[in-house]
C-alpha cells in the first residue's frame, strides 16, 4: 500500500512509464513510484493526465481527485472492477441487517460527539452542552442527536457568527479536508469490494459516496482541531496541502497510536466486517493529538 501523497498545484503533464509516474513541470521533473502512491491530488485545471498514468494509478488503487477552478474537490476517480468485489458480496450489501445497521450508526454518532467533544475540550471551550446531548443518544440516534450537536459544536468552536453554510475560508478549508477523508473512505470500501453508493443512513439517489459519507463521520473532528488552529483571511495553497497530511497525523484508534490513513484502513474493514456479520464487536475510539502538528507533505508539485 502506497505512503506518499502527491499534490499537483500548478502547470504540469502527468504520465506513466515503467512502474512510475511523472510529472512535468515548465522547471521540473519529478519520478515517483506507482507503488509509493497513496493519494494524487489534481489542484490545479493548468495540469493534464494520460490515461496511460490513469489505468496505472486506478490498478494500484490510488485515490485521484481533481479540483474546479476554485481549486474545491470536485471529482474523484474510482476502480471500476475492484479486486475483490463478487455478487456473493453484493448481495450481502443490500441485505445488511438492519439491527447491525442501526448499532453501527450510534456507534458512529456516538464517536463522532466524542471527538467533538475532544476538539471542544482542546481548544478551552464548554464541552458541557455537548456531553448533555451525548447523553440523549438513542439507538439510531432516532431524535438526531448529530445535527444539535452541530449547532452548538460549531459556534462553540468557531464563534457564534460562523455560519456552516457561509462562503468562507474556513468552511472551504473544512469541505477541502471532509473531501480528501471521504476519498479514503470511498477507497477502503472499493478496496474491501463493496459498492459505495448503497449507505447505511445517506441514501441519496443522487449521491454516489452514500456508504462513505456514514462511515467518515467519526474522522471529521480531525479536521475540525487542525482548521481550528489556523489563522487565515484566504483559502491558500499552503492551508491544502497542510489538510492533506493530516492523512499523515499520528492519533490514537483503538487503543493503538497509528496516523490517520491507517486507521481509516482498519475502521473501514472493521465496519464493513460487521456489518457483513462477520463479527460480534465493534469498537470505534479515537483520540486525537494533544497538540496540532504540520507534517510536511510527502511530494508537493
Known sequence: MGWRNVIITQHAKVSYSMNRIIVQTNTDKHVIPVSDIQLLLVGTTQAVITSAALCALAEAHVKVIFTDHQGEPISEVNDYYPTRRTAKLVRQQVAWPESRIAKLWTKNIGSKILNQIQVIDFVGGNVQPLVDELDKLELNDVTNREAVVANKYFSLLFGEDFYRRDFSPINAALNYGYAVLLSMVNREIVMNGYLTCIGIHHENNENEFNLGSDLMEPFRPIVDQWVSQQRFDEFTPDIKIGLVSLLDLEI??????????????????????????????????????????????????
Open 252 to 301: 490514537g484508534f483503538n487503543g493503538h497510536q497509528t496516523i490517520v490513513s491507517h486507521a481509516i484502513t482498519t475502521y473501514v474493514a472493521d465496519c464493513l466486517h460487521y456489518l457483513s456479520s462477520e463479527t460480534e464487536e465493534l469498537k470505534i475510539e479515537v483520540k486525537l493529538p494533544d497538540e496540532v502538528s504540520s507534517h510536511a507533505i510527502n511530494s508537493h508539485v
